[in-house]
Nanobody, 132 residues
């Protein structure tokens, strides 16, 4: 059974930086694309960044391009999200997702998915609060 545990969220001032971590167990981590999602109060969950199983390819949503970097350590079964130049609109609960939230195209790029509700195993998330 897949289990994900997110950590690293804090309250920071605008312009600050944070690094989120997600440890994954119960699944072949090094074979799966992974993704970070976030959900702000009153809004639906949205994909932020995804990364292929090998880590060779990643994608960032337009809202975070140039500020967020996703990475992974397959030896530690851990996914990371380095966030810099944080803005108040980045305030949200952040979640990581395995194969229910990310996939790999035939061309070797990653993409977000939310079409597998039967496979979802969301963690408790980690809260990022950015004040102006």
């Amino acid at each position: 059974q897949v289990r994900v545990v997110e950590s690293g969220g804090e309250s920071v001032q605008a312009g600050g930086s944070l690094r989120l971590s997600c440890t994954v167990s119960g699944v072949a981590f090094d074979r799966l694309a992974m993704a970070w999602f976030r959900q702000a109060p009153g809004k639906s969950r949205e994909g932020v960044s995804c990364i292929t199983a090998s880590g060779d390819n990643s994608y960032n949503a337009d809202s975070v391009k140039g500020r967020f970097t996703i990475s992974r350590d397959n030896d530690k079964n851990t996914l990371y999200l380095q966030m810099s130049n944080l803005k108040p609109e980045d305030t949200a609960m952040y979640y990581c997702a395995a194969d229910w939230g990310a996939g790999t195209t035939a061309w070797g790029t990653c993409f977000f998915r939310q079409d597998r509700p039967d496979m979802e195993s969301w963690g408790q998330g980690t809260l990022v609060t950015v004040s102006s």
